[in-house]
């Protein structure tokens, strides 16, 4: 990791070294943080004279005592300025790393470390104990208003594939059963909002809440695996059918996971928080310049709806060449084997018809990198037969899936994938994954992750809608890039949608789709339909191929969660834009000071004007602005708008 690096000692707000009142106060002096040690420690989150958040009963448990009281010994604080230059530019070239810190040692051989940000607060445990410990539990309390809402995922089981609709209610109307998982917004009265996740999470289990009083959240986390399930369906094997009465075994001497508290005032302000990929370890790796970004086109559900060829498609050689030669033609990096390639948790053989050496060969002589899809527990039980397999065979990607848990043991599992990965120079994909967590910064070969309810979901639900599209950008993308398979060419109204198995459409209109390419992120997107749909589509289908997957700058420009979304992405001198709308139709009149001076041409795909009725309808067209003119956005009732501005030398 390159950066530059600014420390510099400031003074505490502390009377002696055996107080237990401390005060950090954000770099701009905005947010100020009151920290009480006593038996444990709270919190109390300012802005001004408004307290945002307060953090109760804040406490490291371990087996026998061993960390138990919290006398302090010592402190220490720093501010530090960084400059933080990312190996993926997944969203900027850059991040401003600025916080004051303040570390309190414990006599019963741990410590708390504080950052504050000015855009939010982040804390975290460490311990120094010389042996190995067994953490009971991480206490947490979160105090709230019965008046603020929540927009949070909630869970039956922390056996979870993280893929359940955003909910929105009252904190007084929260049924008090309900498993939380992260990111989690608070939305307050005033109109501010607090986003939690947590950040640098490696072996050790995942941060969850359940509410136990009026306004109470405590923070939990899945036990410690005793037993798992291996029997029914394959897909389900590896989950937990018992649990220890602790969370984790760890060394003695190691940090914790950073809990974080983001503050935002306005949705840009969402957009624009880097905290858990600043709050994460440093790359580990010393060349990582193999690491692509790529589209990728992948044959689920599209390799059974080819048409205008001369082959019964399926999975077999000729069909993977249709997909191969599409990639090639069109530029995209990545052709992916999902579901079906092998026999599920034989990672060694290949379905009868597919000639894997064929197609490794073929694709490589036509500069396409191919990808398969795995089940995790396959992938453990045949470890290195599997990778040793698959460099043979040229494999240059991962999607890792079914996983659907984030206790110590899978959290682990998780990093032993990206370092092994990274060891063969594999990129990555996590699928039945939780939400991430900084690991994406250790090893940047984590390319992208799912951990949200995404296109598939069209093909049995109605979950998938324009509003759905629009809540995304603010909570999930909060924590990082996002596998959300946009740019399909099967569109629908709210009227016209209808679930279609292993056929699925879009909800919303085609410039919907095509603008959640630009809008939600992820260095590695994947097309969901075949390539007969996208030559049939070849307009739509050149536009697409042309917006970059890494970039220097990232910018909301209006956004409202859940209602409309219009942001953009620079790389070099082009911009790409991006809009989509709920429901309801809506213009915009969008301000183009954003660009550098000068001349522009402006390459548009919008509705069109029967797309009311008929969501695959669209307009293209091309104009010419300077800098500072306006440019009218009008979308219809799940509509979108996308558009790439070149500069005219």
């Not at 928080?273 to 790796?285: F, G, K």
């Not at 310049?289 to 990728?296: H, S």
């Not at 029967?610 to 293209?620: F, H, P, V």
Request: glycine content about 6%.
């Amino acid at each position: 990791m390159r950066k530059l690096l600014l420390v510099v000692l400031f003074s505490l707000a502390v009377n002696s070294i055996n107080a237990q009142k401390y005060e950090l106060i954000s770099p701009d002096g905005s947010l100020n943080v009151k920290i009480n040690i006593r038996t444990s420690a709270s919190i109390e989150l300012s802005k001004g004279k408004t307290t945002l958040i307060k953090l109760e009963d804040i406490d490291l448990l371990a087996d026998e005592g061993i960390l138990e009281g919290m006398e302090v010994m010592k402190t220490s604080s720093q501010a530090v300025s960084n400059i933080v230059i990312p190996e993926v530019k997944e969203k900027s070239d850059k991040y401003l790393d600025n916080y004051k810190e303040l570390t309190i040692e414990f006599g019963s051989n741990k410590s708390l470390t504080f950052r504050l940000y000015n855009e939010g607060l982040a804390y975290r445990f460490s311990t120094r104990a010389n042996d190995s410990l067994t953490i009971l539990k991480e206490n947490l309390n979160i105090q709230l208003n019965e008046s603020d809402s929540l927009r949070y995922q909630s869970s039956t089981s922390f056996n979870s594939s993280y893929e359940t609709p955003y909910e929105h209610d009252r904190v007084g109307e929260i049924k008090k059963a309900k498993l939380v998982n992260l990111p989690l917004l608070v939305e307050k009265q005033n109109g501010s909002m607090i986003m939690l996740s947590e950040s640098d999470l490696y072996d050790y289990p995942g941060l969850w809440f359940v509410k136990r009083g009026k306004a109470v959240f405590e923070g939990l986390q899945p036990p410690y695996p005793k037993t798992l399930n291996y029997s029914g369906n394959v897909y389900g094997h590896g989950q937990i059918q018992e649990t220890h009465d602790f969370v984790a075994k760890v060394k003695g001497k190691r940090n914790y996971p950073w809990r974080i508290f983001a503050l935002a005032e306005k949705e840009e302000d969402l957009i624009q928080n880097n905290m858990v990929y600043l709050l994460a370890s440093p790359c580990v790796l010393e060349d990582y310049a193999w690491i692509k970004p790529g589209v990728v086109m992948f044959d689920w559900w599209a390799k059974k709806y080819i048409y205008g060829v001369d082959f019964k498609s399926g999975i077999n050689t000729e069909t993977a060449k249709y997909f191969i030669d599409f990639c090639a033609t069109q530029g995209f990096r990545y052709f992916l084997f999902d579901d079906g390639w092998c026999p599920k948790d034989d990672l060694l053989s290949v379905n009868p018809g597919l000639d894997m050496e064929e197609v490794t060969s073929y694709a490589a002589d036509k500069g396409v990198d191919i990808m398969l899809w795995v089940i995790w527990h396959a992938l453990e039980r045949q470890w290195n037969e599997a990778f040793d397999q698959f460099e043979k065979w040229g494999i240059k990607g991962i999607k890792m899936d079914f996983m659907n848990r984030d206790d110590q043991l899978m959290v682990k599992f998780y990093e032993s994938v990206a370092k092994k990965a990274a060891e063969h120079k594999m990129a990555l994909n996590f699928h039945g994954a939780y939400k991430p967590s900084g690991l994406r910064r250790k090893y940047p070969n984590v390319l992208t992750r799912e951990a949200l309810i995404e296109f598939e979901y069209n093909g049995w639900t109605d979950y998938v809608t324009p509003e759905h599209d629009n809540i995304l950008p603010y909570i999930r993308m909060f924590t990082g890039p996002m596998d959300y398979i946009p740019g399909t060419t099967r569109n629908s109204t709210k009227e016209s949608f209808r679930k279609s198995g292993n056929f699925p459409m879009g909800q919303g209109t085609r410039a919907h789709a095509m603008a959640l390419f630009v809008i939600l992120n992820s260095p590695m997107t994947m097309l969901p339909d075949s390539p007969s749909d996208y030559y049939r589509e070849q307009e739509c289908t050149d536009f697409l191929a042309t917006i970059p997957l890494e970039w220097d700058e990232t910018k909301l420009f209006k956004g409202k969660i859940g209602q409309y979304t219009i942001l953009g992405r620079r790389n070099g001198e082009e911009w790409f834009l991006g809009a989509t709308t709920d429901w309801s139709a809506r213009d915009f009149n969008l301000n183009t000071d954003f660009l550098g001076p000068g001349k522009y041409r402006v390459e548009i795909f919008s509705d069109g004007i029967n797309a009311d009725t008929r969501a695959e309808d669209y307009k293209r067209s091309a104009i010419y602005i300077q800098q500072g003119d306006h440019v009218e956005i009008s979308m219809v009732s799940g509509g979108g708008w996308v558009a790439k501005f070149t500069p005219v030398h």
